[in-house]
């Protein structure tokens, strides 16, 4: 399989420019042209038409695409399995939000260690959009995320929520929140729905932040109030750092599985989506 037309081909379908996916893909214009045409020469087909206004796929291009984007699914799958291949008999790559990670990735490892201890595993933190691209373009085989983007070729699942609460290194009430120095977080659309709605009057703030951790070390740092995780808020109150404000409404922020469409029945899939479901009951 040439896997560079496939990759120009689909970057090329993403970006419309030729000039673009040269950059994209640290390769000359030519090249990029050179592969587009190796690859319709293949298919005796203009996957491509070019004029004033850009690029535009044509009908055989559009066609294409989905058997492109599983043809690079494949070949990424195979590329890690052959890699990674020795005493352990599976690998997984998996992707976790940020906020998670920082609660419950070691806990989560633990689990699928248990559960599948002949299985490789590599993991990053990242935010919904990035792992949904990754999953997309199989560089991740399974995420846990808080914003699934419902791509043809992906199953997503509600698995669980976390709940994020309010704290103030200024007040226990709500009456004492102070507009002037609110943190406001953006952990996800659905969080900023939530938040819009339960208290408008906080919807704009001279500082914003979509990471549990970097709202943690804000407050440390400048005081203030903020949404962050109910561990993270017991953990600063514990320290003297802020108090949890009790009449303030916590705000649920759902979780999801997502994986790859041909996957989701997979036995070690389960047993991994298991494994975060059963850590999101006991939190």
């Not at 659905?190 to 208290?199: G, Q, Y």
Request: charged share 20%.
């Amino acid at each position: 399989m040439q896997v560079d037309l496939i990759e120009t081909f689909l970057d090329l379908m993403e970006t419309r420019s030729f000039n673009r996916t040269a950059e994209r893909l640290n390769v000359t214009q030519s090249t990029v042209s050179h592969r587009v045409k190796a690859l319709e020469a293949q298919f005796s087909r203009k996957l491509f038409t070019r004029n004033k206004g850009g690029t535009v796929p044509t009908a055989a291009g559009l066609r294409f695409l989905d058997y492109a984007k599983a043809l690079q699914n494949q070949w990424h799958e195979a590329t890690r399995a052959v890699a990674s291949a020795g005493a352990l008999e599976r690998s997984m790559r998996l992707g976790i939000q940020h906020d998670l990670a920082e609660a419950l990735a070691g806990r989560w490892v633990a689990a699928i260690r248990r559960e599948l201890p002949t299985t490789e595993i590599y993991m990053e933190a990242d935010y919904s959009g990035q792992m949904n691209r990754d999953l997309a373009a199989g560089e991740l085989d399974l995420a846990i995320l808080y914003t699934p983007h419902y791509l043809p070729d992906l199953h997503y699942e509600r698995i669980g929520e976390l709940h994020y609460v309010l704290v103030s290194t200024e007040a226990s009430e709500m009456a004492g929140v102070r507009p002037d120095t609110y943190i406001r977080a953006s952990y996800s659309p659905a969080f900023d729905r939530a938040h819009r709605l339960a208290l408008p009057h906080l919807s704009v703030a001279s500082l914003a932040a979509g990471q549990n951790m970097a709202i943690a070390g804000f407050l440390r740092a400048l005081g203030g109030a903020a949404y962050v995780t109910r561990a993270t808020a017991e953990r600063l109150s514990h320290d003297g750092i802020a108090a949890i404000v009790d009449d303030a409404p916590v705000i649920p922020q759902a979780i999801y599985a997502a994986t790859s469409l041909r996957t989701r029945h997979a036995h070690q899939h389960r047993k991994i989506i298991g494994a975060m479901e059963g850590l999101l009951v006991a939190a």
